[in-house]
């Protein structure tokens, strides 16, 4: 079955920096939409950013010129570069993988990682 395993979460100041990564098996992730969504406790799941077959990459505006999603298709691995953290970024955050045929920003369907905590400290 797919599996999407998130990891590199934990606690940091304001204005540092973390990467998650989120490890793809049993799916091609360069075939897919894949997604970062966080949620943050009493708040709904977002779309923090996503990138596509071509390599297209689109931002929250929250999140925009402070993160960057990428991927390296030979480990079948999406990253999320965090810069500038703030404490509003604090969240669980999900990476996500969805068929581009069917592909909706809604922070449902698809398959899911488990989660990784975020949190960022002021």
């Known amino acids: 079955q797919v599996q999407l395993v998130e990891s590199g979460g934990g606690l940091v100041q304001a204005g540092g920096s973390l990467r998650l990564s989120c490890e793809a098996s049993?799916?091609?992730?360069?075939?897919?939409?894949m997604g970062w969504y966080r949620q943050a406790p009493g708040q709904q799941r977002e779309l923090v950013a996503y990138?596509?077959?071509?390599?297209?990459?689109n931002y929250a505006g929250s999140v925009k010129d402070r993160f960057t999603i990428s991927r390296d298709n030979a480990k079948n691995t999406v990253y999320l570069q965090m810069n500038s953290l703030k404490p509003e970024d604090t969240a669980v955050y999900y990476c996500?993988?969805?068929?581009?045929?069917?592909?909706?920003?809604?922070?449902?369907?698809?398959?899911w990682g488990q989660g990784t905590q975020v949190t960022v400290s002021s």
């Open positions: 996500n993988a969805k068929n581009p045929l069917i592909y909706s920003s809604d922070p449902a369907g698809g398959y």
């Open positions: 990138i596509i077959s071509s390599g297209h990459t």
């Open positions: 049993r799916i091609i992730i360069s075939h897919n939409v």
